[in-house]
């Protein structure tokens, strides 16, 4: 019997975890796929140990990123923040369903450019439930905006999203660079998923809602808690601006902002501990390990060699390519371990700063077709499970195919003007 290609089977197993975290099957979490296939390829000899630690230890950034963000954003939930902005949503939406999604859309945009698409998945999504609870709507057509803004507005900023500063690595261009260079793809990526969902969700959206909506004081942790988000977002601005990696800064953020008020509330910090959802670090990790399986097979190398031939010969061609291939590769794969692929392509390969743009704006964007496309959407899927909430794998992809494509043309159609 002829001996199994290494490489055949790397990419078979990959594709087999990939697929089982994005299809779920008997409802495991997903980080059990995840963490199940890293292991299989480790145990079956396929990558050595050493090179899955060494995966493992890569993220470590991401973890600490999520971390503070999870801890903020249980803090601020159980300290009644969330409530208290949601009553407040609701009175100044004056009983209308489409000034409610106006004014959750808009603030989901702010919240993605200052303090990243992950944070609009797991600070803003419970905000929005309790915001249609208390105005008696149907949840899902308003979540849906937290989970698809949190992709569309990414490329704002460096900030607006952590695999920004995975795909440039040390060729991230300085904010105004930055700015000439997205600025129009992404107002236009904003505009289009606005008016797509919108029209989409047109039925749902106009229905009346509760008027009579008495709004409580914001409690001190309350206050405490958004004092916190808010010096997050100024921490993560000044990382940014200073080239830092952002998952530290988040941490300290989020630990400072837990331990000042548990210990003037004088509370147990286990409440909040206790709710956070860890199995989000494991599918990570596995993630990662899953991408350098894959790398070693040498794929990678012969991506950015034949993306940099192209781009010799026509760089709009080149542009086109990158942005629609790693749209494709990061609804098959979660944008998190196409980042790291489009990063590695950038280090490998000379590539005009277009072509790594269109790369950039396809790891984004490109994951608003599918449920399990970013990592986002994978937080947004837990907040809205644990609200008792669910949306099947089709169900959104129904949404994601009339949402994204038009956002990801635009936006790759404007990077070339």
């Not at 409580?216 to 808010?230: D, E, N, V």
């Not at 040498?298 to 790693?326: D, F, I, K, N, P």
Request: hydrophobic share 60%; charged share 10%.
């Amino acid at each position: 019997m002829p001996a199994i290609d290494p490489a055949v089977a790397i990419w078979t197993l990959s594709a087999v975890a990939t697929a089982a975290v994005i299809l779920r099957p008997w409802r495991v979490p997903e980080w059990v796929w995840a963490v199940g296939g890293a292991v299989l390829l480790t145990l079956l000899g396929l990558i050595p140990l050493k090179t899955t630690l060494a995966a493992v230890a890569e993220g470590r950034d991401v973890y600490l990123f999520l971390v503070g963000m999870m801890v903020l954003a249980e803090l601020s939930r159980q300290q009644g923040l969330f409530d208290w902005l949601a009553m407040y949503a609701v009175r100044h939406a004056k009983g209308s369903g489409q000034r409610l999604f106006d004014l959750v859309f808009l603030v989901g945009t702010l919240v993605t450019v200052l303090l990243s698409n992950d944070a609009t998945a797991v600070v803003l999504t419970p905000a929005v439930y309790a915001a249609c609870r208390a105005a008696k709507a149907e949840p899902l057509p308003y979540l849906f905006i937290c989970a698809f803004i949190a992709n569309a507005a990414s490329f704002v900023l460096p900030i607006s999203n952590p695999a920004n500063l995975v795909v440039f690595g040390a060729q991230m261009p300085p904010l105004l660079d930055w700015l000439r260079l997205f600025g129009l793809p992404s107002l236009a990526a904003i505009a289009l998923t606005y008016l797509v969902l919108r029209l989409a969700v047109r039925r749902q959206v106009v229905r009346p809602l509760a008027t009579r909506i008495e709004v409580q004081p914001l409690s001190r942790g309350g206050r405490l808690s958004a004092i916190g988000i808010g010096a997050t977002a100024l921490v993560l601005l000044l990382a940014s601006a200073m080239g830092w990696e952002l998952g530290l800064p988040t941490f300290c953020a989020g630990l400072a902002t837990a331990t000042l008020i548990h210990v003037l509330e004088r509370r147990s910090p286990m409440p909040v501990l206790k709710h956070v959802a860890w199995g989000v670090l494991p599918l990570v990790a596995g993630l990662f390990v899953l991408v350098e399986a894959v790398a070693q097979t040498g794929v990678v190398e012969r991506l950015a060699l034949a993306l940099q031939t192209l781009a010799q010969h026509s760089q709009a061609q080149a542009s086109w390519t990158a942005g629609v291939l790693a749209a494709i590769a990061g609804n098959l794969m979660n944008n998190l371990p196409t980042g790291l692929i489009a990063g590695s392509m950038g280090q490998l390969a000379e590539l005009p700063s277009r072509t790594t743009a269109a790369l950039l704006i396809g790891v984004d964007l490109g994951p608003n077709l599918s449920i399990t496309g970013s990592l986002a959407t994978l937080l947004w899927l837990v907040a809205i499970r644990r609200e008792g909430e669910q949306v099947s794998a089709w169900g959104f992809m129904r949404l994601g195919l009339l949402v994204m494509p038009p956002a990801l043309v635009a936006a790759l159609l404007l990077l070339q003007l």
